[in-house]
């Protein structure tokens, strides 16, 4: 896998979004700056994985014609958007034990929500064309 410098931004604006749930929400507990970072790049690492695996099954679904491959594949999408907020919880848990604590399912479904909108957002202004850059 290759770092992209679109990589490195996306480690920025996590740290950024978990620094102000860790802020807000007494539940997000961080024990220090290393840590938040090294949490923003393992959330990096595990939402790219997810990401992944959700495009791959979207992709089954729109690709497919018959009836029960598209159910199951619908069943499987509907298991992966709630587990992978689980997931996200145990390998925190499991890398950082009691350090790191991103609250509980509603608050790491928020704190999910939010780093995919601001990395989208931020994307799209890092990926504007030059021309548009110079007419502002």
């Given at each position: ?9 996306d480690i ?25 970072l ?18 791959r ?24 958007l ?19 604590y ?23 202004i890092?990926d ?7 007419a502002?």
């Amino acid at each position: 896998m290759r770092l992209r410098p679109v990589d490195l931004v996306d480690i920025f604006v996590y740290l950024v979004v978990l620094g102000v749930f860790i802020q807000l929400f007494p539940e997000v507990i961080s024990e220090s700056f290393l840590l938040a970072l090294l949490t923003a790049v393992l959330l990096k690492v595990v939402l790219e994985g997810v990401l992944y695996v959700k495009k791959r099954i979207m992709a089954r679904i729109r690709g497919t014609h018959s009836r029960w491959v598209r159910v199951l594949n619908v069943a499987a999408l509907l298991l992966v958007l709630p587990g992978s907020k689980f997931l996200v919880l145990e390998i925190v848990a499991w890398v950082f034990g009691d350090a790191v604590y991103l609250g509980g399912f509603l608050q790491v479904t928020a704190l999910i929500i939010v780093l995919m909108l601001a990395r989208g957002g931020v994307r799209r202004i890092v990926d504007r064309p030059a021309a548009e850059t110079h007419a502002d």
